[in-house]
């Protein structure tokens, strides 16, 4: 009889990606649906993840999970790496690019258009609701699932998701780059 196998903490990591991506993009999605009443292709992918989601999840499970107990401390820190990790995204998707994916000019007190205050604090609330209620939940739930999913079909989905992302980045990168 074979050993159950468990997956690994970077393939677990990668899930709570996926999940995230998966969920900052429909945010964006209704996002722009309520404010434009039209669909509107949100982020840098073709496929339906916005990867700074799933990055800023990750910071958040690696690095502010500790703070959950501290609320006011993780509010803070929240909002300030988040909005430098936002500012240094739209700086090097500009510099690389020569496109921006958002624009905060006419927002109050906005940084070179790159962030403004009133998202600054909306990730410190986002952050908060994050890790004290979304993530318990989603671990909950994912640990369920990977309990009654055999490991092989796991490790094979986690790693076609990861090529699909990296094909998707490098067809996107091309496209917006203009290269044929």
């Given at each position: 009889?074979?050993?159950?196998?468990?997956?690994?903490?970077?393939?677990?990591?990668?899930i709570y990606f996926f999940i995230y991506a998966f969920l900052g993009w429909v945010g964006e999605e209704l996002f722009c649906l309520i404010s434009t009443h039209e669909f509107v292709k949100r982020?840098?992918?073709?496929?339906?993840i916005c990867p700074i989601y799933g990055y800023g999840a990750l910071i958040l499970i690696l690095c502010l999970d500790n703070y959950k107990d501290k609320p006011i401390k993780l509010f803070l820190i929240s909002a300030i790496i988040f909005s430098l990790f936002e500012y240094i995204t739209d700086f090097f998707l500009q510099a690389l690019f020569a496109t921006r994916w958002w624009d905060y000019t006419g927002y109050f007190l906005n940084i070179n258009g790159r962030i403004t205050l009133s998202f600054t604090f909306l990730w410190g609330f986002a952050s908060l609701i994050i890790v004290k209620f979304i993530h318990p939940f989603i671990k909950k739930i994912v640990g369920r699932l990977l309990g009654k999913i055999p490991y092989k079909f796991q490790h094979i989905t986690i790693n076609i998701l990861l090529f699909l992302m990296i094909v998707d980045t490098l067809i996107s990168s091309v496209n917006y780059l203009n290269v044929f």
């Amino acid at each position: 009889m074979e050993k159950t196998k468990n997956i690994t903490k970077f393939e677990k990591l990668a899930i709570y990606f996926f999940i995230y991506a998966f969920l900052g993009w429909v945010g964006e999605e209704l996002f722009c649906l309520i404010s434009t009443h039209e669909f509107v292709k949100r982020g840098f992918l073709f496929g339906p993840i916005c990867p700074i989601y799933g990055y800023g999840a990750l910071i958040l499970i690696l690095c502010l999970d500790n703070y959950k107990d501290k609320p006011i401390k993780l509010f803070l820190i929240s909002a300030i790496i988040f909005s430098l990790f936002e500012y240094i995204t739209d700086f090097f998707l500009q510099a690389l690019f020569a496109t921006r994916w958002w624009d905060y000019t006419g927002y109050f007190l906005n940084i070179n258009g790159r962030i403004t205050l009133s998202f600054t604090f909306l990730w410190g609330f986002a952050s908060l609701i994050i890790v004290k209620f979304i993530h318990p939940f989603i671990k909950k739930i994912v640990g369920r699932l990977l309990g009654k999913i055999p490991y092989k079909f796991q490790h094979i989905t986690i790693n076609i998701l990861l090529f699909l992302m990296i094909v998707d980045t490098l067809i996107s990168s091309v496209n917006y780059l203009n290269v044929f």
